[in-house]
């Protein structure tokens, strides 16, 4: 079964600041691999996906993410924070061992920004 | 357009009492999801819609029954809850259940309060 493991359940950076929040998943087959952001009481928007076109994914709002098949990971970085990044990010890999096409989702991280 | 509409925004309810929450999607997606979020936690599916019949039931209890109408329109009938099934309960469609990398798009959520 795939799974998603993301390092770190609160992130805080300044704003201005660098922004990195990790994945890793477990997956026996090329993975399909999401990132979608949940802002305090609202539902998920999806930021980016991959889905092995390009090993360089670029969002929305400046993010973007790197498929790294050596180190099985797919970590979401922003070269500059903005206090509306602040949320809880979501990483999700599509598990079709059943068939079908699931989502498994990480923990979460949260992403604190503050001045 | 890739909007997924779901009301009532909030839901208090008593634990005799009989509600439904309501989603719609004009999309044109064939796959409709219903997915539980606890506070600080990853969305855990619930159930999948794939061209208007249940494929997917995750366990549920039979205090939740799912309906589809219609291949825009998912409804969540809730009769006899307890007060842990107190979440928010996310919507979701993506264009197809069956194929890999299918980017599943939410709704805004439905916070239920079972008292």
């Known amino acids: 079964a795939q799974s998603v493991t993301q390092l770190g359940s609160h992130v805080s950076v300044s704003e201005g600041a660098l922004v990195l929040l990790r994945c890793n998943y477990s997956?026996?087959?090329?993975?399909?691999l999401f990132w979608y952001v949940q802002y305090p009481n609202q539902g998920l928007q999806l930021l980016l996906k991959?889905?092995?076109?390009?090993?360089l994914v670029k969002g929305i709002n400046g993010f973007e993410a790197e498929f790294k098949k050596s180190e099985t990971s797919f970590h979401l970085t922003k070269p500059s924070a903005h206090m509306s990044d602040a949320a809880e990010y979501f990483c999700?890999?599509?598990?079709?061992?059943?068939?079908?096409?699931?989502?498994?989702f990480g923990a979460g991280t949260r992403l604190a920004v503050h001045p | 357009d890739t909007e997924v509409t779901q009301t009532p925004k909030h839901l208090v309810m008593g634990m005799t009492n009989k509600k439904s929450l309501k989603c719609e999607q004009h999309?044109?997606?064939?796959?409709m999801y219903w997915y539980k979020q606890k506070a600080k936690k990853p969305p855990e599916l619930m159930f999948v819609?794939?061209?208007?019949?249940?494929?997917i039931n995750e366990s549920v209890p039979s205090r939740f029954s799912p309906e589809c109408p219609n291949s825009s329109l998912l409804n969540l009938h809730l009769h006899a809850l307890q007060p842990e099934d107190s979440a928010l309960y996310l919507c979701?469609?993506?264009?197809?259940?069956?194929?890999?990398?299918?980017?599943?798009?939410f709704g805004p959520g439905t916070r239920l309060l079972v008292l």
């Open positions: 979701a469609s993506s264009q197809d259940w069956t194929s890999g990398g299918e980017t599943q798009y």
């Open positions: 997956s026996s087959v090329p993975p399909y």
């Open positions: 991959y889905t092995s076109a390009a090993t």
């Open positions: 999700a890999v599509s598990d079709r061992s059943g068939g079908y096409n699931k989502l498994i």
């Open positions: 999309m044109g997606h064939r796959a």
């Open positions: 819609y794939s061209y208007e019949k249940l494929s």
